[in-house]
């Protein structure tokens, strides 16, 4: 496993919509065989915009997630976490 | 030696109403206003002209209260479709008046967090807005033109509006630009290759992602929806607005379309023959118009749509 394109693209678009793009922290780990799960941290302050009115950034964030996973072959799971 | 200062709104009342309160007045009494634009009505405040007010404070003058809204917890979304007023701030005490009770200033409110007044959601105060020249902004107002024995002129007036216009009042085609910036990085990002073009007609956004990108287009088109829905976000956050918006990754918008043409023809075809009614697979409003206004062509048949988003579906029936 490496999920190096799920950490870059996750990182990448949470740090263009979040007001404090220094204090995310995205964190790539294995969750079983062909499959990570990537935490994502940001200020609490960010967290609305990263989940976004009824869940629809967050959601757009795990597709696109998904579909880097899919880059590398991996399942992709995102957790957002403050 | 009156106080004065100009301040926009979507109606006269509204900049008068954001002028008291950036001057901490309450009541319209003790102004006098001069109106020296009536707004104009556009589309998410795109193409619209807010009003503008030059508000004098009668003498007598009253210092400032403090924070006097309650708050508002939906003004600064970062959703909301709403273009933020502007608040000319008064050049006396450089001081934001912070009130915004009604969410209508969002200059207002940057100004209130960057000076540390607690968020009106109960987080931390916002400290990025920083990166957008808060601290600037609270001096600024301090090095405007001081009414001190005449008035300021007008021209001195205009200039320090200029100041404060750069952040909320984004075109479209700065939009274009922040969604063209933000698409090549995101293609960057999952090492792709494609070149990424906007086109601006009729006050929509038309991005195109051409080239070896079929990985961002997704079954039946979900990673593509996704990536817009990013794009209006990223454009959201950066302008405070968002324009209505089309994108295409890798031709994938086109051959759907194409092929949705395709297969109403087809569905009227069968409706015309058969009579009875046929019921689409669910889809979204983008393809629903598609089909709709291919059903609106041919003669005989009649489409509509049934059901709740993301379940909706449209109808086709014999006319």
Same mark, same amino acid.
């Given at each position: $496993?490496?999920?190096?394109?799920?950490?870059?693209?996750?990182?990448?678009?949470?740090?263009?919509?979040?007001?404090?793009?220094?204090?995310?922290?995205?964190?790539?780990?294995?969750?079983?065989?062909?499959?990570?799960?990537?935490?994502?941290?940001?200020?609490?302050?960010?967290?609305?915009?990263?989940?976004?009115?009824?869940?629809?950034?967050?959601?757009?964030?795990?597709?696109?997630?998904?579909?880097?996973?899919?880059?590398?072959?991996?399942?992709?799971?995102?957790?957002?976490?403050? | $030696?009156?106080?004065?200062?100009?301040?926009?709104?979507?109606?006269?009342?509204?900049?008068?109403?954001?002028?008291?309160? &950036?001057?901490?007045?309450?009541?319209?009494?003790?102004?006098?206003?001069?109106?020296?634009?009536?707004?104009?009505?556009?589309?998410?405040?795109?193409?619209?002209?807010?009003?503008?007010?030059?508000?004098?404070?009668?003498?007598?003058?009253?210092?400032?209260?403090?924070?006097?809204?309650?708050?508002?917890?939906?003004?600064?979304?970062? *959703?909301?479709?709403?273009?933020?007023?502007?608040?000319?701030?008064?050049?006396?005490?450089?001081?934001?008046?912070?009130?915004?009770?009604?969410?209508?200033?969002?200059?207002?409110?940057?100004?209130?967090?960057?000076?540390?007044?607690?968020?009106?959601?109960?987080?931390?105060?916002?400290?990025?807005?920083?990166?957008?020249?808060?601290?600037?902004?609270?001096?600024?107002?301090?090095?405007?033109?001081?009414?001190?024995?005449?008035?300021?002129?007008?021209? &001195?007036?205009?200039? *320090?509006?200029?100041?404060?216009?750069?952040?909320?009042?984004?075109?479209?085609?700065?939009?274009?630009?922040?969604?063209?910036?933000?698409?090549?990085?995101?293609?960057?990002?999952?090492?792709?290759?494609?070149?990424?073009?906007?086109?601006?007609?009729?006050?929509? =956004?038309?991005?195109?992602?051409?080239?070896?990108?079929?990985?961002?287009?997704?079954?039946?088109?979900?990673?593509?929806?996704?990536?817009?829905?990013?794009?209006?976000?990223?454009?959201?956050?950066?302008?405070?607005?968002?324009?209505?918006?089309?994108?295409?990754?890798?031709?994938?918008?086109?051959?759907?379309? *194409?092929?949705?043409?395709?297969? &109403?023809?087809?569905?009227?075809?069968?409706?015309?023959?058969?009579?009875? *009614?046929?019921? =689409?697979?669910?889809?979204?409003?983008?393809?629903?118009?598609?089909?709709?206004?291919?059903?609106?062509?041919?003669?005989?048949?009649?489409?509509?749509?049934?059901?709740?988003?993301?379940?909706?579906?449209?109808?086709?029936?014999?006319?």
């Amino acid at each position: $496993m490496s999920g190096e394109i799920v950490e870059k693209v996750v990182t990448y678009v949470v740090s263009n919509i979040v007001d404090n793009p220094e204090e995310i922290e995205v964190e790539v780990v294995e969750d079983g065989e062909d499959a990570v799960l990537a935490e994502v941290r940001t200020a609490k302050s960010d967290m609305g915009r990263v989940i976004g009115r009824r869940g629809r950034v967050a959601k757009a964030i795990r597709t696109v997630a998904r579909a880097a996973g899919d880059e590398e072959g991996l399942d992709v799971q995102v957790e957002f976490l403050d | $030696m009156d106080e004065w200062l100009e301040a926009e709104g979507e109606s006269v009342e509204a900049a008068v109403q954001a002028a008291l309160e &950036a001057l901490g007045l309450t009541s319209p009494e003790q102004v006098s206003v001069e109106v020296l634009r009536e707004p104009k009505k556009g589309f998410l405040g795109l193409g619209s002209q807010m009003a503008l007010v030059k508000v004098t404070q009668k003498p007598r003058r009253r210092r400032r209260r403090g924070r006097s809204g309650k708050g508002d917890s939906k003004g600064n979304s970062g *959703e909301g479709a709403r273009k933020p007023e502007k608040v000319a701030n008064s050049e006396r005490s450089g001081k934001p008046s912070g009130s915004n009770g009604s969410g209508r200033s969002r200059s207002n409110q940057k100004q209130s967090k960057g000076k540390g007044s607690p968020d009106s959601r109960g987080t931390k105060p916002r400290s990025s807005k920083q990166r957008e020249g808060s601290q600037e902004r609270q001096t600024r107002p301090t090095n405007k033109p001081n009414s001190k024995s005449k008035r300021p002129s007008q021209e &001195a007036a205009v200039t *320090e509006n200029k100041g404060r216009d750069n952040e909320p009042k984004a075109s479209i085609e700065e939009q274009a630009t922040v969604a063209v910036e933000f698409l090549e990085g995101l293609v960057g990002s999952f090492g792709l290759d494609g070149d990424v073009t906007s086109r601006i007609d009729d006050e929509v =956004l038309y991005l195109d992602i051409d080239g070896d990108t079929e990985a961002l287009v997704g079954n039946r088109g979900v990673i593509l929806h996704s990536v817009l829905e990013l794009t209006r976000t990223v454009i959201q956050r950066k302008t405070y607005g968002a324009p209505r918006m089309r994108i295409d990754i890798a031709g994938y918008a086109a051959r759907r379309r *194409e092929a949705l043409q395709i297969y &109403a023809g087809r569905l009227a075809e069968k409706v015309l023959a058969d009579g009875g *009614e046929v019921m =689409l697979e669910p889809m979204n409003p983008a393809d629903r118009k598609v089909v709709h206004d291919a059903i609106g062509e041919i003669d005989g048949v009649r489409s509509y749509s049934e059901g709740e988003d993301p379940n909706r579906s449209v109808v086709v029936a014999p006319e």
